[in-house]
């Protein structure tokens, strides 16, 4: 979404332009981005959505499980200028990846989102750290065949095909393409 870096930064007005440009990045409407920045500003009259208001936000939808950990990688994964805020501009564009049909680009976002040293690979501390996090948050046991550290060796075996013990965006994504339980382990809404 930048242009050598730059990105545009979206607060609480939105000329016309602001709204054909979040039209043209996100597939929704220019009617839909303004209702989308409507409802943002109920939540966040700032025109920012910080770490721990998204953390309270997310911690509704998981009740009983523990997920900081894991909004921490989503967070940081929405928030791509890293400046520790989501302007309405990073939100809207995670809500259009998340919520289209399009499973290929959704497993791109999921992977930028493992991909916690933002190297352009996902290494197995990378994807035993997120394991931890879902497990959290799942409220998952961590015992025998269930713990993250069998489930990270059986996902590395199946997806690591040229074997140098990371994966690239391509492995991972076909990966997920071709194995409906490491999609739905994985990317959920992708499935």
């Given at each position: ?52 208001k998204f953390v309270d936000v997310y911690k509704q939808f998981y009740p009983s499980g523990k997920a900081e950990k894991f ?28 919520a289209q049909q399009e499973p290929k680009r959704k497993l791109e976002w999921a992977f930028s989102m493992y991909d916690i ?16 996090a879902i497990f959290d948050l799942l409220g998952e046991e961590r015992k025998g065949t269930n713990s993250p550290e069998l ?41």
């Amino acid at each position: 979404m930048g242009n050598n870096g730059q990105r545009m930064k979206y607060g609480k007005t939105l000329t016309d332009a602001n709204i054909a440009e979040l039209s043209g990045l996100s597939g929704f409407t220019p009617d839909q981005v303004r209702e989308w920045h409507s409802g943002f500003l109920k939540d966040c009259p700032t025109g920012k959505l910080n770490k721990k208001k998204f953390v309270d936000v997310y911690k509704q939808f998981y009740p009983s499980g523990k997920a900081e950990k894991f909004c921490e990688y989503v967070f940081r994964t929405f928030d791509n200028d890293s400046s520790g805020n989501i302007d309405f501009g990073e939100f809207l564009i995670a809500i259009s990846i998340t919520a289209q049909q399009e499973p290929k680009r959704k497993l791109e976002w999921a992977f930028s989102m493992y991909d916690i040293d933002r190297n352009g690979f996902i290494e197995k501390k990378e994807m035993k750290k997120i394991m931890e996090a879902i497990f959290d948050l799942l409220g998952e046991e961590r015992k025998g065949t269930n713990s993250p550290e069998l489930k990270v060796d059986q996902i590395f075996t199946k997806m690591d095909t040229n074997g140098d013990g990371k994966l690239s965006k391509d492995e991972f994504v076909n990966g997920c393409l071709q194995d409906e339980y490491l999609r739905r382990l994985l990317a959920p809404s992708a499935s």
